[in-house]
């Protein structure tokens, strides 16, 4: 990445003025506190998970089994939990709808330095959204297999069944965990380092407080992709008087977040 980073000519933005930030309020929300509360805790169950299931291997023994089902409870709880908050409080499909044109303009960005910046997306860009569309797929297949890989230790759930499966099945089983688990070290790192870098730092800011600045707001979003209102996500855009700003100075998004 940082020789690929070496290749590209730097990225000149202009500050926001003019039309471009006209009704944009100095802090556009991105994140509610919901959704922080579960991508934080989901965080930390993941990294208990790989710990766990790594650390064994390299010859640090402790009561690692336990402190693995429970992390791997505590996923679940969460996955359910962001299902359910996506389907009640959000477009849920929203992250699911696949742009072709953004996709290949992406693609061409990433082969050749010569090719021009892709459109600028909505609230997730098209990177993000696969991203999320490999993280689904892996944590499932982790999911499924693990709550069957759990019958054969005892839990306050029940009693220990290591019968339940032939060894052609818990060996299929233990294979597609094990890449799973695999998978997941190299998405999880890929979304730290990147969560670390500079340039990437304000998204990372916006999980921690909620919100991202207008000058963040105005260089990276289409405005007619992700649009900010304030107020409800219902409310009219209402300008104060001379600036073209919102009068209140926080703002929500709309359910197609």
Request: proline share 6%; hydrophobic share 50%.
């Amino acid at each position: 990445h940082a020789v690929w980073l070496r290749t590209r000519p730097a990225e000149s933005h202009e500050a926001p003025s003019g039309a471009a930030a006209a009704g944009v309020p100095e802090k556009v929300e991105r994140h509610s506190l919901g959704a922080r509360v579960f991508h934080w805790v989901m965080a930390l169950s993941m990294l208990v998970l790989l710990v766990t299931a790594f650390v064994p291997v390299i010859g640090l023994q402790f009561n690692w089994v336990d402190l693995h089902w429970q992390a791997g409870v505590l996923l679940i709880a969460t996955v359910v939990y962001h299902v359910i908050h996506a389907l009640g409080w959000q477009d849920f499909w929203s992250m699911f709808r696949i742009d072709v044109a953004e996709g290949i303009a992406h693609l061409r960005h990433i082969v050749s330095s010569k090719a021009p910046a892709p459109p600028k997306g909505g609230k997730y860009a098209f990177d993000h959204r696969m991203y999320h569309h490999a993280i689904v797929v892996t944590t499932l297949a982790a999911i499924g297999t693990g709550i069957l890989m759990m019958v054969r230790i005892d839990t306050p759930f029940w009693t220990r069944n290591p019968y339940l499966f032939n060894d052609t099945v818990w060996g299929v089983m233990y294979v597609v965990h094990g890449l799973s688990g695999v998978s997941l070290i190299l998405l999880v790192a890929a979304h730290i380092y990147f969560a670390i870098r500079p340039e990437k730092r304000w998204i990372t800011w916006s999980m921690i407080r909620g919100w991202i600045d207008r000058e963040h707001y105005v260089q990276h979003f289409d405005p007619e992709k992700w649009r900010v209102t304030g107020g409800s996500p219902d409310a009219p855009v209402k300008p104060s008087s001379g600036s073209g700003a919102l009068a209140d100075s926080t703002v929500s998004a709309p359910r197609e977040d």
